[in-house]
């Protein structure tokens, strides 16, 4: 069974652009949510998505958005890049049917310039 | 109340030791509870899981203990390895999303 893929690995990007960093989940899981980690914040809760709706969102600025779509893979999107977003951004796939094991992706490392 | 308090920070301990990790916890509502293990340009990978209304979970070297009434978990690796030599991070889960410790930066020597 395939893990969880989050494309792409590396990005650089510039102050004041958007990105969007894809995530496809395990086959059979419905749910994915995202976590940014830093060295100085660790990994922070972003949203959680469940068979298109959003469950669940961190205490991040609207620049952060996320959604889901019908097939469970996700995307989120950053506008507006600052420095302070650099950062690895980890998806999570589970069953979810409430704390179930949660597998993470490779991560895709954000560099904002 | 959302927090999860995770120590120590880094722990260097001799190949064949136990290393114990602790974590604390004050929302009541957290029902679930995993440890990853992660390796640098990797993401964490899940480890061993705990319910609360479980004292104590063996998966081959790895431990949790579990104490509902203290709100405290800990990891214990046992005949550790150089191999084993990763950040730990231990979580909790409640409402659709983990609460992640801040991180033990493990080393076992060789």
């Known amino acids: 069974k395939a893990g969880v893929t989050q494309t792409p690995r590396y990005l650089i990007k510039t102050r004041g652009q958007q990105v969007t960093l894809s995530c496809s989940p395990i086959?059979?899981?419905?749910?994915v949510s995202w976590y940014q980690q830093t060295p100085g914040q660790g990994l922070q809760f972003l949203f959680e998505?469940?068979?298109?709706?959003?469950?669940n969102k961190g205490n991040f600025p609207g620049r952060f958005s996320g959604r889901q779509f019908s097939n469970s893979r996700s995307e989120m999107n950053v506008s507006t890049l600052e420095l302070g977003d650099s950062a690895l951004y980890l998806c999570?796939?589970?069953?979810?049917?409430?704390?179930?094991?949660?597998?993470f992706g490779q991560g895709t490392r954000l560099t904002v310039v | 109340q959302q927090q999860v308090k995770q120590s120590p920070q880094s722990l260097i301990v001799q190949k064949g030791g136990i290393p114990i990790i602790n974590c604390a916890y004050e929302?009541?509502?957290?029902?679930?509870f995993p440890w990853y293990q992660q390796f640098p340009g990797k993401g964490p990978a899940l480890l061993i899981a705990?319910?609360?209304?479980?004292s104590e979970k063996k998966e081959g070297r790895f431990t949790i203990s579990f104490n509902k009434s203290a709100k405290q978990f800990s990891l214990h690796i046992m005949d550790s390895q150089p191999g084993d030599s990763a950040t730990y991070f231990c979580?909790?889960?409640?409402?659709?999303?983990?609460?992640f410790g801040t991180g033990t930066r493990l080393k076992v020597l060789a």
């Open positions: 999570a796939s589970s069953q979810g049917a409430g704390g179930t094991e949660a597998f």
């Open positions: 086959s059979g899981h419905r749910s």
């Open positions: 998505y469940f068979s298109e709706t959003q469950r």
């Open positions: 929302n009541t509502a957290f029902d679930y």
């Open positions: 705990i319910r609360p209304d479980v």
């Open positions: 979580a909790a889960y409640a409402t659709y999303k983990y609460i």
